[in-house]
């Protein structure tokens, strides 16, 4: 099965999940955040820098849960078009 390459609409969803994971982190580190989550530390890093835009379901969740954060909140800020200028 070949995979559909992404559009710049998926990618800019990817860097909103990944920069609002980002912000929720604060002050942990990405160590404390992975380990706790189950995942490694390179994973978190290429999702909070939008490398893996479309990162797993229960990647996702389990970082979620680890920080605190509902998915439903997660999908509604990061599919949330930014603001006109």
């Known amino acids: 099965m070949v995979r559909e390459p992404l559009g ?4 800019e969803r990817g860097n909103r999940l990944g920069a609002l994971l ?10 404390e955040v992975a380990t706790a989550a189950g995942i490694s530390v390179e994973t978190l890093r290429k ?22 954060v509902s998915l439903d909140e ?5 599919t949330a078009q930014p603001a006109p200028l």
Request: glycine content about 8%; aromatic content about 2%.
């Open 22 to 31: 980002r912000r929720r982190r604060g002050d942990r580190s990405m160590v």
């Open 47 to 68: 999702i909070e820098t939008g490398r893996i835009p479309t990162p797993a379901l229960f990647t996702v969740a389990a970082i979620a849960e680890v920080l605190g």
């Open 8 to 11: 710049p609409t998926q990618r």
């Open 74 to 78: 997660l999908v509604r800020e990061s």
